[in-house]
């Protein structure tokens, strides 16, 4: 049984006026200098990204139609892709989630230039030049599509709209797909900014954490959340102590890193060679 989908890349030349003018601005401090991409501030994405990321992903499978748009987060576009049959989310998820999840995502993007996978629309927006962020958004399309279970697909789509640390579960899977489509000099580039971005990404969430409790302790005198605050903040300094030292380390000949495991890597193309012979079988069975 052949896959039924396919990715979709769309270049668009330049953004809408939004996108130009306030995204490019609020993207410094929102996304470039959270994520070390400060090099590609008030810079659009090149034609050529296109090619590069068809041949990162060319020997996916896909099993929804994933549209990914360079430079431009389309909104009428999305919501007409929300309600189409072939979408895989349930009409009630896409209703109660998806709509005000597009109409939040997209408005924010254009306000910050920020990279966005929609699951319920099955659209990637991105905005940032460096081709590795750009990677990492398909790779996060790619671990929800490639998530058979309806149930546990349903949850994956659920959990990257809710922001902070359970958003930055499937993030993180989706870093890790990143890497397996690289070479090993690649994923010691890619390594560099994908690290800044989830060590910066763990600080804010904690700290952000901290000023939520410190806010509802403030409100509730009787509600002693002094431990947990104080807890948040050796959180937050830990991951950093851990994530910057994992960036000041000596580049693998593997490419290996807290995103890429050469052993497990072994164990999916296993596991991908396995589910091929599967669907061959399947195939000669229906033919029968």
Do not use: C
């Amino acid at each position: 049984m052949e896959s039924e989908g396919e990715l979709n890349i769309i270049h668009h030349e330049k953004g809408d006026f939004l996108e130009e003018t306030i995204g490019k601005l609020l993207a410094v401090p929102f996304q470039h200098l959270t994520s070390g991409t400060l090099s590609s501030a008030f810079k659009r994405i090149p034609p050529e990204s296109v090619e590069r990321l068809k041949k990162t992903f060319e020997d996916v499978e896909w099993e929804g139609d994933i549209e990914v748009h360079l430079n431009h987060s389309p909104l009428f576009r999305q919501l007409k892709r929300l309600f189409e049959k072939e979408r895989r989310a349930s009409l009630f998820s896409r209703i109660v989630v998806g709509l005000p999840l597009t109409v939040a995502t997209n408005i924010f993007s254009k306000l910050t230039n920020a990279n966005n996978y929609n699951p319920y629309t099955e659209t990637v927006q991105l905005f940032n030049e460096n081709i590795y962020t750009n990677i990492t958004g398909v790779a996060l399309a790619e671990e929800i599509d490639q998530t058979e279970e309806p149930i546990k697909r349903e949850v994956k789509s659920l959990l990257t709209t809710i922001p902070y640390f359970l958003s930055s579960i499937v993030n993180w899977k989706a870093k890790e797909r990143a890497m397996q489509h690289l070479s090993p000099e690649e994923r010691n580039e890619a390594f560099q900014y994908l690290a800044t971005g989830s060590v910066n990404d763990i600080i804010i969430d904690s700290l952000t954490l901290f000023g939520v409790l410190a806010g509802i302790s403030t409100f509730l005198p009787d509600f002693d959340l002094s431990t947990e605050a104080e807890l948040g903040i050796a959180g937050a300094t830990a991951a950093g102590i851990y994530g910057y030292t994992q960036l000041i380390r000596e580049p693998d000949e593997l490419g290996s890193s807290i995103f890429f495991d050469p052993n497990k890597e072994i164990l999916l193309e296993k596991n991908k060679k396995k589910k091929m012979k599967d669907r061959e079988v399947f195939s000669l069975d229906v033919s029968i």
